[in-house]
């Protein structure tokens, strides 16, 4: 039995509609029938009595519904003694960050809020990852998500890894390579690869780099990048060219004249981490840490 389940269980008995239960939960319908249908098989009982015109509890979830809530208040008041054991109340918690972490980062700060629903967050979207690093060694961030490898260089930064996450190609859709279904290394070679300097991500340019080379193949430049609008909307009107992007951000965008293809196996991904300041680090540290474990 999960939490979850009791929490969309109780969800439903308040509403007695599965849409309405959904909007309030912020999530899809058959997300909750699916955990639903789960509990029910678990306990052994029907819980809801489902019909075209209405949802009702059984006996069975008319004896579920108090003890449910019961749990749900001692989980809220275990939170909230850990938020305040944390620290988590008074200054907001400052998080550098950047483009491309979709989903995953809406979950984190999701449970965030679930864990401590008065701590303020702001989002503090950066240039160069040398930037974050630095703005979380000076104090002015409390931590950072970073992608690839990280350079110390002295800043005295501790450095936990989270998750891998997937990159793609971003390639013309009328082009041949479109309908391929990986982006391989000889296929692209040819055409012109738009990505940001090294010195702005040196660990995505690296990589892709390295893997071609490790394929026998060399990329070739194309017109430098600029900003991802600007430079999916060149890659689909010239159709010789290409980038690279995190597949969490692919998902999020709607071009009509690019595809998004996965590497060939095994594929390319980079390690995203969480940075602290290692002498100091955040009170709210094991607030982020229990938020970005939940997500993994």
Same mark, same amino acid.
């Given at each position: 039995?999960?939490?979850?389940?009791?929490?969309?269980?109780?969800?439903?008995?308040?509403?007695?509609?599965?849409?309405?239960?959904?909007?309030?939960?912020?999530?899809?319908?058959?997300?909750?029938?699916?955990?639903?249908?789960?509990?029910?098989?678990?306990?052994?009982?029907?819980?809801?009595?489902?019909?075209?015109?209405?949802?009702?509890?059984?006996?069975? &979830?008319?004896?579920?519904? =108090?003890?449910?809530? !019961?749990? +749900?208040? /001692?989980?809220?008041? #275990? @939170?909230?003694? %850990? $938020?305040?054991?944390?620290?988590?109340?008074?200054?907001?918690?400052?998080?550098?960050?950047?483009?491309?972490?979709?989903?995953?980062?809406?979950?984190?700060?999701?449970?965030?809020?679930?864990?401590?629903?008065?701590?303020?967050?702001?989002?503090?979207?950066?240039?160069?990852?040398?930037?974050?690093?630095?703005?979380?060694?000076?104090?002015?961030?409390?931590?950072?998500?970073?992608?690839?490898?990280?350079?110390?260089?002295?800043? &005295?930064?501790?450095?936990? =890894?989270?998750?891998? !996450?997937? +990159?793609? /190609?971003?390639?013309? #859709? @009328?082009?041949? %390579? $479109?309908?391929?279904?990986?982006?391989?290394?000889?296929?692209?070679?040819?055409?012109?690869?738009?990505?940001?300097?090294?010195?702005?991500?040196?660990?995505?340019?690296?990589?892709?780099?390295?893997?071609?080379?490790?394929?026998?193949?060399?990329?070739?430049?194309?017109?430098?990048?600029?900003?991802?609008?600007?430079?999916?909307?060149?890659?689909?009107?010239?159709?010789?060219?290409?980038?690279?992007?995190?597949?969490?951000?692919?998902?999020?965008?709607?071009?009509?004249?690019?595809?998004?293809?996965?590497?060939?196996?095994?594929?390319?991904?980079?390690?995203?981490?969480?940075?602290?300041?290692?002498?100091?680090?955040?009170?709210?540290?094991?607030?982020?840490?229990?938020?970005?474990?939940?997500?993994?």
């Amino acid at each position: 039995m999960e939490l979850r389940q009791l929490e969309y269980f109780v969800a439903v008995a308040e509403e007695l509609h599965f849409g309405r239960a959904a909007e309030k939960l912020h999530i899809g319908q058959p997300a909750v029938s699916q955990q639903l249908r789960r509990l029910e098989r678990e306990l052994g009982a029907e819980l809801f009595d489902r019909s075209p015109r209405h949802v009702r509890l059984t006996p069975a &979830g008319r004896a579920l519904l =108090p003890q449910a809530r !019961d749990v +749900l208040t /001692a989980v809220a008041r #275990a @939170r909230s003694a %850990v $938020a305040s054991a944390a620290g988590v109340h008074g200054a907001p918690l400052r998080i550098g960050t950047s483009s491309g972490l979709g989903e995953r980062l809406e979950q984190v700060l999701d449970e965030i809020l679930r864990l401590a629903p008065d701590l303020a967050v702001e989002l503090v979207t950066t240039g160069p990852t040398s930037e974050r690093l630095d703005r979380v060694a000076d104090g002015s961030l409390d931590a950072a998500f970073v992608r690839g490898t990280v350079p110390d260089e002295g800043r &005295g930064l501790r450095v936990v =890894p989270l998750w891998p !996450d997937e +990159l793609v /190609a971003a390639v013309p #859709a @009328r082009h041949p %390579v $479109a309908q391929d279904e990986y982006a391989t290394y000889a296929a692209l070679a040819p055409l012109g690869l738009r990505l940001t300097t090294r010195r702005n991500n040196p660990a995505l340019v690296d990589l892709i780099v390295g893997a071609f080379h490790a394929a026998g193949h060399e990329p070739t430049s194309s017109t430098p990048y600029t900003r991802l609008a600007d430079t999916l909307a060149a890659i689909g009107t010239d159709g010789t060219s290409y980038t690279v992007v995190y597949a969490a951000h692919a998902a999020q965008i709607n071009n009509r004249r690019v595809a998004f293809l996965p590497f060939e196996p095994p594929g390319l991904s980079l390690m995203t981490h969480l940075v602290v300041r290692r002498s100091a680090p955040t009170p709210h540290f094991s607030l982020l840490m229990q938020a970005c474990d939940h997500d993994s």
